[in-house]
């Protein structure tokens, strides 16, 4: 039987980064960057609301020129974030407050692909065509992306996340 929420008060972390990568990074600013093909030249969608794409623009313009370039590998990780890491989100959402360990196989493959994908968005915000001259508040901005897929590999590293480890017997 799972533990109650209550009695993992750590995963409270997890369901609030789920949270908001659901219901604002990839629905609205990463959904923003594939419903608005040129942020130079566009006419604003019916979703997301234009102050949200102005706050994504304006991110753009003074701190990720990658953002604002969209280059097509760039693009492919949005597609991945919208087809795949939001459904997980809600899904994700759903396992850790209900105790469900079936989440466990999908938080790791989510993990891996997350770290990568991050990882390979620096390297280009580091040293690609587009690098931003402001590395450190970008990768600031990107640790959650680094740091909550490492510490939900560890929190997954058993067959049954949710229940309490049987005592080892002498």
Do not use: C, K
Request: aromatic content about 16%; hydrophobic content about 55%; overall charge neutral.
């Amino acid at each position: 039987m799972p533990l109650p929420l209550r009695r993992r008060p750590y995963d409270l972390v997890f369901l609030a980064f789920f949270a908001v990568n659901l219901l604002f990074i990839t629905y609205i600013v990463d959904l923003e960057q594939l419903v608005v093909a040129d942020p130079t030249h566009f006419d604003y969608p019916l979703w997301p609301p234009p102050p949200l794409i102005d706050l994504v623009h304006w991110w753009g313009n003074h701190y990720d020129p990658l953002l604002m370039a969209r280059p097509p590998f760039w693009r492919m990780t949005i597609w991945i974030d919208v087809l795949f890491f939001g459904p997980f989100y809600a899904f994700a959402l759903y396992a850790f407050v209900r105790g469900r360990d079936w989440i466990r196989v999908p938080a790791l493959v989510w993990s891996g692909t997350m770290l990568a994908n991050v990882l390979i968005i620096l390297m280009d915000e580091r040293y690609g065509v587009t690098a931003t001259p402001h590395f450190g508040i970008v990768l600031a901005a990107n640790a959650p992306w680094l740091l909550v897929p490492l510490l939900l590999i560890a929190r997954m590293r058993r067959d049954r996340p949710f229940t309490r480890p049987e005592p080892v017997s002498a």
